[in-house]
C-alpha cells in the first residue's frame, strides 16, 4: 500500500536538475558560452553554482584586469577543465599569463593570489562565495620569468570557486577573477 501510495505521488513532484537560477554569465569574458558541460541554464550539469556568475573552461580564457591595465589568460589547467576533488584529486594546476595593452607578456611581474587588497576582500583565495571560505591548503604561485605563473590550489569542494590572480610590476597593481563551478 505505501509504495502504491508513493508511486501516485511521486510524478507530482517537480524535477529539478541544474536548479541553479544563474543565467552562467561568468564574471568576465568566455562565461556562459554554452561549451561542453554546460546546461541549457548556463550551470555546468551537476554543479548547484547558487546564483554565483562562472566562466566556462577553454584554454587561453581571457579576462580584462580589474583596473584596466593588464589582461590576464589562463592559458592551461590541470585537470581540464579545474574540477573539485579529495586530497590530491582536489589540487588544480593552472598557467596565467599577464600581457599589457599591446599583448605583449609582462616579464617583470610578480602574480600572487592575494587574500585582501584595494581590488580583492573577500579575505580568502580561492575563495567558495556561497559558503564564504577558502580552501585548507594554502596555495602555491611560482613565476616562471616569462610573464606567465603556475598556480597550485585545492579545490576540494563542488560549488563555484573563485580565484582572483594579482599582478604587480612596482607601481602597476591590476586583477582579474577566473570562477569555476565545480559539479
Known amino acids: 500500500m505505501r509504495y502504491a501510495l508513493l508511486s501516485l505521488i511521486f510524478p507530482l ?11 552562467g554569465a561568468g564574471p568576465g569574458s568566455g562565461a556562459g558560452d ?10 555546468t ?3 548547484d553554482s547558487g546564483g554565483f556568475a ?12 580589474k583596473s584596466g591595465i593588464y589582461t590576464f589568460v589562463l592559458t592551461a589547467a590541470d585537470p581540464a577543465p579545474p574540477a573539485e576533488g579529495i586530497g590530491a584529486a582536489g589540487i588544480n594546476t593552472w598557467t596565467v599569463k ?8 609582462v616579464k617583470g611581474a610578480t602574480m600572487s593570489l592575494p587574500v585582501a587588497t584595494s581590488l580583492w576582500s573577500p579575505g580568502f583565495n ?20 616569462d610573464g606567465t605563473a603556475t598556480l597550485v590550489m585545492d579545490l576540494s569542494m563542488g560549488g563555484v570557486w573563485q580565484v582572483f590572480v594579482e599582478a604587480d610590476s612596482g607601481s602597476t597593481v591590476d586583477g582579474a577573477m577566473f570562477a569555476f563551478c565545480m559539479p
Open 126 to 145: 580561492p575563495f567558495m562565495p556561497r559558503h564564504g571560505h577558502g580552501t585548507s591548503i594554502v596555495p602555491k604561485v611560482t613565476s616562471n620569468g
Open 54 to 65: 562562472f566562466d566556462t573552461y577553454k584554454p587561453n580564457l581571457t579576462k580584462a584586469g
Open 34 to 43: 554554452g561549451g561542453p558541460g554546460v546546461g541549457v541554464d548556463g550551470d
Open 13 to 23: 513532484l517537480p524535477v529539478a536538475a541544474c536548479s541553479s537560477s544563474s543565467s
Open 98 to 105: 599577464v600581457v599589457d595593452a599591446s599583448g605583449t607578456p
Open 45 to 47: 550539469i551537476g554543479c
